[in-house]
Every structure is written in C-alpha cells, then in structure tokens.
T-cell receptor
C-alpha cells in the first residue's frame, strides 16, 4: 500500500523564481492538503484540495497556488520566491467521507531560497 | 481563537520508562478532533493517535495513549515503555468541525523527546 509521495526531495531556488512541488496521495485517498513548516516551528496550513477544487485556504498570499488532477495528485506552485519561503513543504492526504478523515503526510520537500 | 499549546520544548526519558507530553487547546467549536504526530529528523510526519471531542473513552494505539481531559482542554500523549526509536519531535494538532469532512490541522510548536539508553 503506497503512502504519500512528494517530489522533489530537495530544491534550491533564488529570489524571484517560481517553483512547483508535487504530491501523490496515499492509495484510495481523494483529498490533499499542503503545509509549510519553517525551521523549529509546527506546520502551517496552506490549502486543501478536493474534487479538483480548493476547499479551504490558510493565511498565505496569492503567490501560493495549487492544483489537483483527476487522479487526485496535486501541485503546489509558489511565484516570486522570497527568502522567507525557505521551509519544509508537507503534503498530506485523506479520504473525504470517512468519519475521522485522518491526514497522512508525505516525506516533504525541503525548499531553500537564496 | 483556535490554538494548540505545547509548553515543553524538550523532554528526556530513560529507555523503558513512560513519558507524558503535554498539550492544551483552545476552541469554541464543540466538535473537534485532537491528533498526535511524530516527526523524526528525516522530516516525515507520522500519525500516532487521535481523539474526537465526543469520544467517551481515551484513545489508545499500542504503546500510545491519549489522556483527554475535556474540562481542562488538555490532550496529553502518554508513551509507555519508551524505546530509543521514540526520539523525535512530537506535535499535537487539532481539527475543528471534526465530524464533518475536510478541514485544516492546527499544530502546536512541538516537543522534542530524547530517549536515553
């Protein structure tokens, strides 16, 4: 049973560039959530996708956008990168329609902005 | 305002002993879920245990149990018989509107647990 996978593992970008991170949910899951985790902090919710639409969004600027594909995989795009965007980006998947709706996380993508 | 507080930045425990990691929460929603995750140095967030606000019994999963005290708004994680592999960051998280689908997790700052041989 495949778990949540993310790519790439690590990424180095410079200020002003754009980046795309990818996530494949756990087998059987249909909902994907993205989180940003700065060093030494707990993860912060970016947004959640279900049925190819953004269902909920956290307090992040419009530079952060996403997409969900028909196979439930998802992308996180960040435009005009800032130094403060350096963080671990975590993707979590869950199954909508199940009472507990537990989110399972992938290994993360570590983004460094220089 | 919804909030999770973990007041112990770091904890030490001797191997084979039990340890309690504290978590308090604040919410005005009567329907919420509380979750604990483990994050080793590799970075992956591993789900351990959850408790729904209407669940009557405290949750248990193997060596993990959740000491849920609703009136005190606390949801402490108890790890019995600690093992060296338990050394990691532990995060408490909450999801409001728990019995409906979807919704974000709100995380605390985490507690770093070190297990001594």
């Amino acid at each position: 049973d495949a778990g949540v996978t993310q790519s790439p593992t690590h990424l180095i970008k410079t200020r002003g560039q754009q980046v795309t991170l990818r996530c494949s949910p756990k087998s059987g899951h249909d909902t994907v959530s993205w989180y940003q985790q700065a060093l030494g902090q707990g993860p912060q919710f970016i947004f959640q996708y279900y049925e190819e639409e953004e269902r909920q969004r956290g307090n992040f600027p419009d530079r952060f956008s996403g997409h969900q594909f028909p196979n439930y995989s998802s992308e996180l795009n960040v435009n005009a990168l800032l130094l403060g965007d350096s963080a671990l980006y975590l993707c979590a998947s869950s199954l909508t329609g199940v009472s507990t709706d537990t989110q399972y996380f992938g290994p993360g993508t570590r983004l460094t902005v220089l | 305002a919804q909030k999770i507080t973990q007041t112990q930045p770091g904890m030490f425990v001797q191997e084979k002993e039990a340890v309690t990691l504290d978590c308090t929460y604040d919410t005005s929603d009567p329907s919420y879920g509380l979750f604990w995750y483990k994050q080793p140095s590799s970075g992956e967030m591993i789900f351990l245990i959850y408790q729904g606000s209407y669940d009557q019994q405290n949750a248990t999963e193997g060596r993990y149990s959740l000491n849920f005290q609703k009136a005190r708004k606390s949801a402490n994680l108890v790890i019995s018989a600690s093992q060296l592999g338990d050394s990691a960051m532990y995060f408490c998280a909450m999801r409001e509107d728990f019995y409906n689908q979807g919704g974000k997790l709100i995380f605390g700052q985490g507690t770093e647990l070190s297990v001594k041989p």
